[in-house]
Protein backbone atom coordinates (compact mmCIF):
# COMPACT_ATOMS: atom_id res chain seq x y z
CA UNK A 1 0.00 0.00 0.00
CA UNK A 2 1.21 3.70 -0.57
CA UNK A 3 1.20 6.65 1.24
CA UNK A 4 1.57 10.65 0.96
CA UNK A 5 2.30 13.59 3.71
CA UNK A 6 2.08 16.58 2.71
CA UNK A 7 3.85 18.19 5.77
CA UNK A 8 2.62 21.77 5.28
CA UNK A 9 -1.47 22.70 5.02
CA UNK A 10 -0.91 25.85 4.56
CA UNK A 11 2.20 27.54 3.18
CA UNK A 12 2.09 31.75 2.88
CA UNK A 13 4.54 33.43 0.48
CA UNK A 14 4.85 36.96 -0.73
CA UNK A 15 4.59 37.47 -4.12
CA UNK A 16 7.42 37.06 -6.34
CA UNK A 17 9.58 34.87 -3.58
CA UNK A 18 10.50 31.48 -4.35
CA UNK A 19 8.41 28.38 -2.84
CA UNK A 20 8.72 24.72 -2.07
CA UNK A 21 5.77 22.52 -0.88
CA UNK A 22 6.71 19.36 0.79
CA UNK A 23 5.66 16.18 -0.23
CA UNK A 24 7.08 12.64 1.32
CA UNK A 25 5.18 9.12 0.47
CA UNK A 26 5.93 5.35 1.52
CA UNK A 27 5.63 2.41 -0.55
CA UNK A 28 6.73 -0.91 -0.54
CA UNK A 29 6.71 -0.91 -4.52
CA UNK A 30 7.98 1.57 -7.00
CA UNK A 31 6.24 4.68 -7.64
CA UNK A 32 4.59 6.67 -10.21
CA UNK A 33 4.40 10.48 -8.48
CA UNK A 34 2.41 13.38 -9.52
CA UNK A 35 1.39 17.02 -8.32
CA UNK A 36 -2.37 18.58 -9.15
CA UNK A 37 -3.35 22.00 -8.84
CA UNK A 38 -7.13 22.84 -7.61
CA UNK A 39 -8.26 26.57 -7.70
CA UNK A 40 -11.66 26.85 -6.10
CA UNK A 41 -14.76 25.07 -7.10
CA UNK A 42 -12.16 23.60 -9.93
CA UNK A 43 -11.28 20.30 -10.51
CA UNK A 44 -7.92 19.03 -10.43
CA UNK A 45 -5.08 20.40 -13.52
CA UNK A 46 -1.65 18.21 -13.53
CA UNK A 47 1.19 20.43 -12.82
CA UNK A 48 3.77 17.45 -13.57
CA UNK A 49 4.72 13.94 -13.03
CA UNK A 50 7.24 11.55 -12.32
CA UNK A 51 7.27 8.13 -14.31
CA UNK A 52 10.84 7.38 -14.93
CA UNK A 53 14.03 9.03 -16.26
CA UNK A 54 15.19 12.15 -14.74
CA UNK A 55 14.44 12.83 -11.25
CA UNK A 56 14.35 16.74 -11.74
CA UNK A 57 10.43 16.98 -13.79
CA UNK A 58 9.34 20.17 -15.19
CA UNK A 59 5.72 21.28 -15.33
CA UNK A 60 3.48 23.73 -16.28
CA UNK A 61 3.58 27.17 -14.60
CA UNK A 62 6.74 27.51 -13.78
CA UNK A 63 6.75 24.46 -11.22
CA UNK A 64 9.20 22.01 -10.99
CA UNK A 65 9.61 18.67 -8.59
CA UNK A 66 12.39 16.78 -7.79
CA UNK A 67 12.22 12.70 -7.06
CA UNK A 68 14.60 11.91 -4.14
CA UNK A 69 14.03 8.18 -3.57
CA UNK A 70 16.37 7.72 -1.00
CA UNK A 71 14.33 10.26 0.89
CA UNK A 72 11.16 9.39 -0.49
CA UNK A 73 10.18 12.81 -1.22
CA UNK A 74 8.94 15.14 -4.16
CA UNK A 75 9.19 18.15 -3.27
CA UNK A 76 7.14 20.54 -5.49
CA UNK A 77 9.36 24.08 -6.18
CA UNK A 78 8.71 27.33 -7.90
CA UNK A 79 11.22 30.22 -8.10
CA UNK A 80 8.49 33.28 -8.07
CA UNK A 81 5.32 33.00 -7.62
CA UNK A 82 2.49 35.08 -8.79
CA UNK A 83 -0.92 35.84 -7.33
CA UNK A 84 -2.75 33.65 -9.52
CA UNK A 85 -0.50 30.80 -7.88
CA UNK A 86 -3.08 30.84 -4.96
CA UNK A 87 -4.41 27.31 -4.92
CA UNK A 88 -4.57 24.10 -3.60
CA UNK A 89 -1.58 21.98 -3.74
CA UNK A 90 -1.81 18.11 -3.97
CA UNK A 91 0.31 15.69 -4.41
CA UNK A 92 -0.22 12.07 -5.11
CA UNK A 93 1.11 8.57 -5.78
CA UNK A 94 -0.05 5.03 -7.20
CA UNK A 95 2.07 2.06 -7.50
CA UNK A 96 3.73 0.34 -10.84
CA UNK A 97 2.16 -2.21 -11.14
CA UNK A 98 1.84 -3.94 -14.65
CA UNK A 99 -2.55 -4.27 -15.32
CA UNK A 100 -4.94 -3.72 -12.63
CA UNK A 101 -6.36 -0.22 -11.26
CA UNK A 102 -3.23 1.70 -9.92
CA UNK A 103 -5.39 3.46 -7.60
CA UNK A 104 -4.10 7.50 -7.36
CA UNK A 105 -3.60 8.13 -3.32
CA UNK A 106 -3.81 11.65 -2.66
CA UNK A 107 -1.86 13.49 0.39
CA UNK A 108 -4.12 15.78 2.10
CA UNK A 109 -3.37 18.72 0.24
CA UNK A 110 -1.35 22.14 1.09
CA UNK A 111 -2.63 25.55 0.36
CA UNK A 112 -0.36 27.88 -1.07
CA UNK A 113 -1.76 31.82 -0.35
CA UNK A 114 0.77 34.04 -2.60
CA UNK A 115 0.09 37.88 -0.62
CA UNK A 116 1.37 41.41 -2.57
CA UNK B 1 -5.50 17.24 -25.52
CA UNK B 2 -6.79 14.75 -22.11
CA UNK B 3 -10.10 16.89 -21.65
CA UNK B 4 -12.24 15.61 -19.02
CA UNK B 5 -15.85 17.78 -18.70
CA UNK B 6 -19.00 17.05 -16.12
CA UNK B 7 -22.22 17.59 -16.22
CA UNK B 8 -23.81 19.63 -14.28
CA UNK B 9 -21.55 21.59 -12.58
CA UNK B 10 -23.93 22.40 -10.23
CA UNK B 11 -26.93 20.89 -9.01
CA UNK B 12 -29.51 21.13 -5.87
CA UNK B 13 -31.84 18.50 -5.07
CA UNK B 14 -34.98 17.64 -2.81
CA UNK B 15 -33.94 14.74 -0.69
CA UNK B 16 -35.41 11.65 -1.66
CA UNK B 17 -34.85 12.09 -5.37
CA UNK B 18 -32.30 11.01 -7.46
CA UNK B 19 -29.12 12.69 -9.00
CA UNK B 20 -27.11 11.34 -12.38
CA UNK B 21 -23.70 12.84 -12.93
CA UNK B 22 -22.04 12.77 -16.69
CA UNK B 23 -18.20 12.18 -16.49
CA UNK B 24 -17.28 12.60 -20.73
CA UNK B 25 -13.38 12.02 -21.71
CA UNK B 26 -13.59 14.77 -24.85
CA UNK B 27 -10.28 13.54 -26.94
CA UNK B 28 -9.16 10.27 -25.63
CA UNK B 29 -10.62 6.92 -25.00
CA UNK B 30 -10.88 6.46 -21.34
CA UNK B 31 -10.79 2.65 -20.43
CA UNK B 32 -10.51 3.56 -16.94
CA UNK B 33 -12.65 6.11 -15.11
CA UNK B 34 -12.59 7.37 -11.27
CA UNK B 35 -15.41 8.61 -9.14
CA UNK B 36 -14.16 10.89 -5.88
CA UNK B 37 -15.54 13.05 -3.53
CA UNK B 38 -14.31 15.79 -1.49
CA UNK B 39 -15.70 17.53 1.35
CA UNK B 40 -14.61 21.19 2.50
CA UNK B 41 -11.11 21.75 3.19
CA UNK B 42 -10.12 18.21 2.12
CA UNK B 43 -8.41 15.73 -0.13
CA UNK B 44 -10.16 13.75 -2.70
CA UNK B 45 -11.96 10.27 -1.62
CA UNK B 46 -11.94 8.03 -3.81
CA UNK B 47 -15.46 6.00 -4.11
CA UNK B 48 -15.18 3.87 -6.99
CA UNK B 49 -13.19 2.79 -10.10
CA UNK B 50 -14.56 1.66 -13.30
CA UNK B 51 -13.48 0.18 -16.22
CA UNK B 52 -15.54 0.38 -19.60
CA UNK B 53 -17.90 -2.36 -19.84
CA UNK B 54 -17.43 -4.03 -16.76
CA UNK B 55 -18.98 -3.68 -13.16
CA UNK B 56 -17.43 -0.74 -10.94
CA UNK B 57 -15.15 -1.44 -8.02
CA UNK B 58 -16.42 0.38 -4.96
CA UNK B 59 -13.77 1.16 -2.27
CA UNK B 60 -14.62 0.34 1.60
CA UNK B 61 -17.67 1.98 3.37
CA UNK B 62 -19.19 3.15 0.28
CA UNK B 63 -22.55 2.53 -0.86
CA UNK B 64 -22.98 0.93 -4.37
CA UNK B 65 -26.85 0.55 -4.26
CA UNK B 66 -26.58 4.41 -3.37
CA UNK B 67 -23.77 5.49 -5.75
CA UNK B 68 -24.73 3.79 -8.92
CA UNK B 69 -21.63 3.75 -11.72
CA UNK B 70 -22.19 2.87 -15.57
CA UNK B 71 -19.52 3.12 -17.76
CA UNK B 72 -21.40 2.15 -20.61
CA UNK B 73 -18.39 3.50 -23.27
CA UNK B 74 -15.14 4.49 -23.66
CA UNK B 75 -15.76 8.40 -23.17
CA UNK B 76 -18.89 8.04 -20.98
CA UNK B 77 -19.29 7.10 -17.06
CA UNK B 78 -21.94 8.25 -15.04
CA UNK B 79 -22.86 8.74 -11.22
CA UNK B 80 -26.49 8.41 -10.50
CA UNK B 81 -27.14 9.31 -6.72
CA UNK B 82 -29.99 7.51 -5.14
CA UNK B 83 -32.33 9.02 -2.62
CA UNK B 84 -30.01 12.14 -2.07
CA UNK B 85 -30.07 13.09 1.41
CA UNK B 86 -28.44 16.25 3.26
CA UNK B 87 -25.15 14.02 3.73
CA UNK B 88 -24.59 13.29 0.13
CA UNK B 89 -24.25 17.00 -0.27
CA UNK B 90 -20.55 16.83 -1.53
CA UNK B 91 -17.98 17.75 -4.49
CA UNK B 92 -17.81 15.24 -6.87
CA UNK B 93 -15.20 14.82 -9.20
CA UNK B 94 -14.39 12.23 -11.80
CA UNK B 95 -11.04 11.58 -13.57
CA UNK B 96 -10.34 9.63 -16.86
CA UNK B 97 -7.35 7.18 -17.52
CA UNK B 98 -6.22 6.25 -20.82
CA UNK B 99 -4.42 4.55 -23.68
CA UNK B 100 -2.10 7.96 -24.56
CA UNK B 101 0.97 6.39 -23.93
CA UNK B 102 1.11 8.04 -20.75
CA UNK B 103 -1.35 4.99 -19.26
CA UNK B 104 -0.89 6.17 -15.66
CA UNK B 105 -1.86 9.60 -15.59
CA UNK B 106 -5.42 10.69 -14.35
CA UNK B 107 -6.84 13.80 -16.15
CA UNK B 108 -9.62 15.36 -13.70
CA UNK B 109 -12.83 16.85 -15.04
CA UNK B 110 -14.05 20.19 -13.20
CA UNK B 111 -16.31 18.74 -10.70
CA UNK B 112 -20.05 18.85 -10.09
CA UNK B 113 -21.68 20.62 -6.52
CA UNK B 114 -24.50 18.43 -5.41
CA UNK B 115 -26.37 20.10 -2.75
CA UNK B 116 -29.66 18.05 -1.58
CA UNK B 117 -32.18 20.08 0.43
Known amino acids: AQSVTQLDSQVPVFEEAPVELRCNYSSSVSVYLFWYVQYPNQGLQLLLKYLSGSTLVKGINGFEAEFNKSQTSFHLRKPSVHISDTAEYFCAVSGRFSGGYNKLIFGAGTRLAVHP | GAVVSQHPSRVICKSGTSVKIECRSL??????MFWYRQFPKQSLMLMAT?????????EQGVEKDKFLINHASLTLSTLTVTSAHPEDSSFYIC?????????????FGPGTRLLVL
Open chain 2, 50 to 58: SNEGSKATY
Open chain 2, 27 to 32: DFQATT
Open chain 2, 95 to 107: SARGQMGTGETQY
